[in-house]
């Protein structure tokens, strides 16, 4: 959340060089400060408001649950990580336009700590996800991409492009105001149907090939329209159901496997375009 009102603050303590912890007076209330240079400039105990000119971004956890997580998270995470984790959201936040979800404030240093320790011990989870939200969040990875690079500079470690992706992944839940367990469900869902279609088709739909670029398009649009309750006309419907009645029929099983998951019903317009791709799939076609 911004925070606009010139409030009195006392620096708690310096995360990294341009990142502090300040309390507001008298409310008591913890809140992100980012300067450059202002864990240099503003020893613990400094005091300061907020039209102060070195704070370029302030940030308070307005929610108490999440205060109490993120006071918890100052106890165990690394604070250096926490710093760096403020600085990404920042740079998020001014990348995309709009606030962030409270939560990426606990749940962004949250994963890197955890992150940084499995590279301690050599160990790397896979991301089966990657290629689609490579694909499917674009502005997202590509600013995990810079995330992960100003943890190497900040925190001499650098991140396997799977966490990158997670990285990517909880930009997006942020940026949507989605929960990062909700927006990996639906990638797993789009996964399955891609599996599902390599499998009837005998074929492999990997990142550069067109058609699996459009399936994911096409797929994507398709929850949001289910999320969001958005009509879809198809005019075409009758002619594809009786001219592509194999691909309609996968599409059909598709849209059964999507209300299983999701409990939403997919239209009969929304399994006519389907089929359209799942058609094109088959023939092997890149026009």
């Known amino acids: 959340m911004e ?12 995360l990294n060089n341009n990142v502090i912890l300040a309390r507001e007076r008298p409310a008591g209330q913890e809140m992100i400060l980012i300067g450059k ?27 108490s649950s999440r205060r109490e997580q993120y006071q918890q998270l ?14 990404i959201i920042e740079m998020a936040s001014e990348r995309f336009g709009c606030p962030l979800s409270d939560h990426i ?20 989870i896979p991301n089966p996800m990657l290629n689609e ?12 991409k810079e995330a992960a690079t100003l943890i190497e500079q900040r925190l ?18 942020a940026r949507s105001k989605r929960d990062p367990k909700e927006a990996s469900r639906y990638l797993g869902l789009i996964r399955e149907i891609i599996g599902i279609v390599e499998g009837r088709y005998q074929v492999v739909l990997a990142e550069g090939n067109l058609d699996y670029e459009r399936l994911l398009i096409h797929l994507k649009g398709l929850f949001e329209a289910l999320e969001t ?12 159901q009786a001219g592509f009645s194999e691909a309609f029929a996968l599409a059909g099983e598709l849209a059964a496997l999507v209300k299983s998951r999701t409990g939403r019903e997919v239209p009969q317009e929304q399994v006519g ?5 799942l058609e094109r799939i088959k023939n092997g076609s890149v026009a």
């Open 3 to 14: 925070i606009q009102q010139p409030f009195e603050l006392q620096v708690i303590k310096a």
């Open 37 to 63: 240079g202002l864990g240099f400039l503003l020893p613990r105990g400094s005091k300061l408001t907020l039209d102060d000119a070195r704070i370029e971004k302030a940030s308070l956890i307005v929610d």
């Open 74 to 87: 100052l106890k165990i995470v690394d604070e250096r990580i926490i710093g760096v984790a403020e600085e």
């Open 105 to 124: 404030h606990v749940a962004l240093p949250d994963h890197i700590g955890f992150a940084l320790e499995r590279l301690r011990r050599g160990l790397e």
């Open 133 to 144: 939200i490579r694909n499917l969040y674009v502005q997202e990875y590509r600013l995990a």
């Open 156 to 173: 001499d470690a650098r991140l396997p492009e799977s966490d990158v992706g997670f990285l990517a992944l909880h930009l997006y839940a």
């Open 229 to 240: 309750g958005k009509k879809v006309e198809n005019p075409l419907l009758d002619k594809i």
């Open 273 to 277: 375009y389907l089929a359209l791709h």
